[in-house]
Nanobody, 125 residues
């Protein structure tokens, strides 16, 4: 069982930056690949980024490529999402998720086994 708690969300102006964190409980964090998803009001939850167990492989949605960076620190059981050049359309609740299976560029939600409660990111224009 893995419990995930996101933090770091908030209100930022367009063009600004935020760094989200997701702290995981348990001793099996490094055996899970991790992902970030987001859900805007009235829209379905969508894939943002994923990272392999070691951190050596990453994959991004086209909408955030070049602006967002996913990383992890297995010594601290934490995964991060550094967001730059934020746009109003990035406004959403951001969720981290853990996947027992290995790294995959598949973006569907059903590939992930554990989810956090989410953290709100609001980008004003």
């Amino acid at each position: 069982q893995v419990q995930l708690v996101e933090s770091g969300g908030g209100l930022v102006q367009a063009g600004g930056s935020l760094r989200l964190s997701c702290a995981a409980s348990g001793r099996t964090f490094s055996s899970h690949s991790m992902g970030w998803f987001r859900q805007a009001p009235g829209k379905e939850r969508e894939f943002v980024a994923t990272i392999s167990r070691s951190g050596g492989s990453t994959y991004y949605a086209d909408s955030v490529k070049g602006r967002f960076t996913i990383s992890r620190d297995n010594t601290k059981n934490t995964v991060f999402l550094q967001m730059h050049s934020l746009k109003p359309e990035d406004t959403a609740v951001y969720y981290c998720a853990a996947r027992r299976a290995g790294f995959s560029t598949a973006t569907h939600l059903t590939g992930y086994d554990y989810w956090g409660q989410g953290t709100q990111v609001t980008v004003s224009s």
